[in-house]
């Protein structure tokens, strides 16, 4: 089993969709959690992150993160075709022989359509 | 500006021959690392490094080999390529005190076809 799950998708949604994306877990040593936006022939970007438990909001985007469910979502409101890429995402720990580590998802390939 | 800068982009190649794909950060970031993104797999860790001279495997480090000489620069070296080789590379650095905050910073990616 890996260690995060992202379903890969395809999701497909019209313009001005509130899209939800999740990916669970197993490592419960977890504390960092993340989001990367990759669009085509592009590297990842830092689109988000985390700390432990909580939401937090950035314009149309809100991350949140459940721990006790090992559970963390993306969601983004009123989508728009340029917020078209794949993303991952992404957890680390906060200490050991692990740490500097990212371990991601396998990435959702997200297409809004106008 | 800050960022990662990985050369070649593009590059195919023959079973076999040498290659050596360069990754270099102006960002003085202590921590970097090599990974492969393959359809259906996702990002997967080759090799990473903590600091000058400490590099260690990461999930698939076969048929690799890398080395941290200086800070900003962390070389992947392919000594002898398969075609099970052929995939996207990026390389990734960050500061790894105040990783949590900042996360990874990507290059633009390789893309490497081994024929």
């Known amino acids: 089993q890996k260690e995060v799950e992202q379903d890969p998708g395809p999701l497909s949604v019209p313009e001005g969709a509130i899209v939800s994306l999740n990916c669970t877990y197993s490592?419960?040593?977890?504390?960092?959690f993340m989001w990367y936006r990759q669009y085509s022939r592009k590297g990842p970007e830092l689109l988000m992150y985390?700390?432990?438990?909580g939401n937090k909001e950035d314009g149309r985007f809100t991350a949140q993160v459940d721990k006790s469910s090992k559970y963390i979502s993306l969601f983004i409101r009123d989508s728009q075709p340029s917020d078209s890429a794949t993303y991952l995402c992404?957890?680390?720990?906060?200490?050991?022989?692990?740490?500097?580590?990212?371990?991601f998802g396998r990435g959702t390939q997200l297409t809004v359509w106008p | 500006e800050a960022q990662v800068t990985q050369n070649p982009r593009y590059l195919i190649t023959v079973t076999g021959k040498k290659l050596t794909v360069t990754c270099s950060q102006n960002?003085?970031?202590?921590?970097m690392s090599w990974y492969r993104q393959d359809p259906g797999l996702g990002l997967r860790q080759i090799y990473y490094?903590?600091?000058?001279?400490?590099?260690d495997k990461g999930d698939v480090p076969e048929g690799y080999k890398v080395s941290r000489k200086e800070k900003r620069n962390f070389p992947l070296i392919l000594e002898s390529p398969s075609p099970n080789q052929t995939s996207l590379y990026f390389c990734?650095?960050?500061?790894?005190?105040?990783?949590?905050?900042?996360?990874?910073?990507f290059g633009s990616g390789t893309r490497l076809t081994v024929v």
């Open positions: 990734a650095s960050s500061f790894t005190v105040t990783q949590g905050l900042y996360g990874y910073t």
């Open positions: 490592n419960s040593a977890f504390q960092y």
């Open positions: 985390t700390y432990s438990s």
């Open positions: 992404a957890m680390r720990v906060d200490r050991g022989s692990t740490l500097g580590r990212l371990y």
């Open positions: 960002m003085n970031h202590e921590y």
């Open positions: 490094s903590m600091n000058v001279e400490v590099t």
